[in-house]
């Protein structure tokens, strides 16, 4: 039979991959079809190989002949195939015996599960083949024969209980009804469950005298078609009414045993007698009514009536057995008796020591005597056996008094310290009074708790630390550890900062201290140049009460870092004003023209400043010394070198990195200043004061009257000194803005190292040839944070205003 139960799900995967060429979109299509079926079949079991189940290929609708291409194949999960597909036909066949009751066995329906494979494209189809049941078995009973035993005083109705018969078949073809063979006295109970036993239930009653035995034949059949059946042979005895009952010798026995009496050891024989013959004759003894616990420890021989230890006694658990015994005989007739066993105790259970009450910790400073634990001492033994004694060790602080019966007290002796001993392990020893003696002992740990008599004590008595300046705000500056030998909250230091100002700025605002590990930190970043060293006080506390303390001080050292570049002072930075230096055209090489004064805030080698030209107009012309700045000729100046000479000066310390700036000198060879190009094509930027501008303009009007005397003068100091002169716009300062805060002079790092006096013209900034004449005759220096002094004889009249320019490096480092 083959039943189509689905043929309709199938399940369709598209892959989509999409392809993009220049601008151009391409579509391709993989289409994978997976199709699946369920089918059904049924066939009996017992069926001969070879037989056709039916057609797979008809059933799916497939082309036979392409089977063995398109690898078709039947899987199965177990170890043996049972069906196979014949490649040619497509058929489905039975390759192997099939057992129902092997597969399923009382199972129903019994379904076998196959999965029908192929492959281009891949199809997957379950194949479910029910194995429908045949009735091959008979019904079998438990024994072929059974014997039964009935008083004949047994009333009617009275049932005897007969194992069911058993059929591996199912359904129909299991067992249906029982048949008892035609007799007078018994009959099948109809209406009992059939599950498990079958009731043949007492019609009349017996006689033994007339007819002792009684022989059964139960059947049990089948529904198959045709019908199988099996049987049991029943012998019902009928069995003489028991009108005696055993009787014992005695109703209470009694008996003493030791507790380590070995197995098997005979405690007591008991006997009853029964004037009944035959079986109702025949004793059997039985001990009724022990415990879980107790029924393991002895037992009975039930033909004799000894009772023997079977188990381990002790006299502990119980000390005394009360048992009673039955004597059965062969009609179930019973007697019975009482029997007393005493257990008598042996010296086999060691002392017992419990603590009642323990002080773990105890202060060092406890007072002698005091109680620090109670004890229990118990033997669990009766007598002499359970008498104890206990002793500790003398070489402790500590003594052991007896108390109220089994109980101990442990006092202190002496007075207790935590820095000597933080700790005593203290073992009890307990005896009993047994032959031998049995010995306990237990080990009691008692802890000697601290009192904060010690205060934190600093591994160093100063710190000293060096961080660079421009850290981090967080940065580690160091740790300070002070150790305290007191234990748990008293040797636990915390630590923290006194408050104090640095340079009335609390100390707090520069660091701060991890109050657990003493690691300090940087709260802000420091400046070399602001400040270089300052001291704090850390303070270790401990968690005592009250607490004790220590300090220590800390002083943090500000190293310096190359973090500010050359400052110049002279010539004016760029934007200020326009300087330009005149140069005789009879300089002579070597002859000094100029001088570049920088500094640098930095310290150290961070401070070395060296000068070097970095571009020229005559690059031969002029030269400036490595560490001075000085400008110099390196050659007779010639006719024939152009007037204006531009230089541009590096100054570069020698940090590392090193830093550097620039600053441009225009220098100007004439011995005339009706010699100099009108100043078109420079660019000034006025930075003058009011009082300058009406200066000028006083000056202007004059110099126009002494053109000519202002020349001849000049002529004059041209010929005698041979120096070179400045020209500047506007009057001649050195701003204290430009001298940082922290200078420090280093010696050849560019500053002046003496005084100079330049006669200079200074112009009045008219943009004419109007100009004021500047003679320094005064070795006076540039006073700290101040600029250049003008002096009090300036005279309209002679046009002369004397200036002092003076370079004083120790005057200069305290700006």
Known sequence: MVEVIELTCTVYFNFFFIFFIKNRISYAFFILNIRSADLSYSVPEETKTKHVIGSLSKELNLDSNSLRFRKARLDYQGERRYCEVDLDSGNLFVSERIDREMLCGTASPCLMHFEFILENPLELHNVVLEVQDINDNPPVFPKDSIKLEISEGAPTGSKLQIARARDLDVGINSVQTYILSQNKHFVLDTKSNKDRYVDIVLKNSLDRETKGEHSLILSAVDGGNPPKSGSVVIEVLVIDVNDNAPVFSQP??????????????????????????????????????????????????????????????????????????????????????????????????APVISVKSLKNQVPENIPPGSEIAVINVKDQDSGENSLVTCSISTSLPFQLQPYIKSYFIITTTTSLDREQDENYNMTITAKDGGTPPLFSNITLNIQVSDINDNSPTFELQSYAVYISENNKAGTSVCSVSANDPDWRQNGTVLYSLVPSEVNGVPVSSFLSVNGDTGVIHAVRSFDYEQFRNFSVKVVARDNGSPPLSSNVTVKVFITDENDNSPQILYPVPDGKSLMTEMVPKATLSGSLVSKVIAVDA??????????????????????????????????????????????????????????????????????????????????????????????????????????????????????????????????????????????????????LRSSYNYDAYLTTGSRTSDFKFVRSYNENTLPAGGTLRKEDNIQFGSSMITLDITGNEDEVREV
């Not at 109702?280 to 009514?289: E, F, S, V």
């Open 252 to 349: 209470l026995y009694k008996t003493r045993l030791s507790e380590n009496s070995a197995l098997g050891t005979s405690v007591i024989k008991i006997t009853a007698t029964d004037v009944d013959e035959g079986a109702n004759g025949q004793i059997t003894y039985y001990i009724n009514h022990l415990s879980d616990n107790t029924k393991e420890l002895f037992k009975i021989d039930e033909n004799y009536g000894e009772i023997s230890v079977a188990g381990q006694l002790d006299h502990e658990k119980a000390s005394s057995y009360e048992m009673e015994v039955q004597a059965e005989d062969g009609g179930g007739q019973t007697g019975h008796c009482k029997v007393v066993i005493e257990i008598d105790d042996v010296n086999d259970n």
């Open 602 to 751: 930095d310290s150290g080698q961070n401070a070395w400043l060296s000068y070097q030209i970095l571009k020229s107009s005559d690059p031969g012309l002029f030269t400036i010394g490595l560490h001075s700045g000085e400008i110099k000729t390196q050659r007779d100046i010639s006719e024939s070198d152009n007037m204006k000479q531009n230089l541009v000066i590096s100054v570069k310390d020698n940090g590392q990195p090193s830093l550097s700036t620039t600053c441009a000198v225009n220098l100007l060879i004439s011995d005339n200043l009706s010699e100099v190009p009108e100043l078109k094509d420079m660019t000034y930027e006025d930075n003058s004061s009011k009082l300058t501008s009406y200066l000028i303009i006083a000056l202007v009007s004059v110099c126009t009257f002494f053109l000519t005397f202002i020349i001849l003068i000049l002529a004059v100091k041209f010929c005698h000194r041979r120096k070179p002169r400045l020209l500047f716009d506007g009057a001649v300062a050195v701003p204290s803005a430009y001298l940082p805060p922290n200078y420090a002079e280093v010696d050849g790092a560019g500053t």
